[in-house]
């Protein structure tokens, strides 16, 4: 069956109903300990956590994500570490998280920097080496 030439090109260009944000799963090895570093040193809330289950729920503005422990993990099979990228809205954020987290000692990789490919970044990691790359799109100023 030939292709329709009036059908849009782009698959997103098909899509009616909205998509809600994704919100990652994290393993962690201790979760007690893995919660009070992202509560202290990342800042974020803790909206819920069960120990028995291995499995919390924590969010920090729009962002929400999940932290399960290898007990919850078993049955599926996902390890660490994973990255997490956030999508800052301009330089200045990028800047603003990396001096909040800094401040607060979380492991930080060095200080955000634009990169040959449109970047401009950072990357700290949690205490189960997942990292957090926090980035601003730069390549739309260049367009």
């Not at 803790?46 to 078993?74: H, K, P, V, Y």
């Not at 800052?88 to 998280?97: G, L, Q």
């Not at 060095?110 to 990292?131: I, Q, S, T």
Request: hydrophobic residues 40%.
């Amino acid at each position: 069956m030939p292709l329709d030439p009036q059908a849009p090109t782009d698959p997103c260009a098909r899509a009616s109903t909205p998509f809600p944000p994704a919100c990652p799963e994290v393993p962690v090895g201790d979760l007690p300990k893995a919660l009070a570093y992202y509560r202290d040193q990342l800042g974020y809330h803790i909206d819920w956590s069960d120990e028995q289950l291995g499995l919390a729920g924590l969010s920090r503005g729009d962002t929400r994500l999940f932290m399960s422990d290898a007990d919850f993990r078993d049955q599926r099979g996902n390890r660490p570490p994973i990255v997490l990228w956030f999508n800052a809205s301009d330089r200045a954020e990028v800047d603003a998280i990396h001096a909040e987290w800094n401040a607060a000692g979380a492991r930080i990789a060095g200080p955000p920097e634009a990169r040959p490919y449109k970047l401009y970044e950072f990357f700290a990691h949690d205490l189960d080496a997942n990292v957090f790359r926090v980035f601003y799109d730069f390549a739309w100023e260049e367009r």
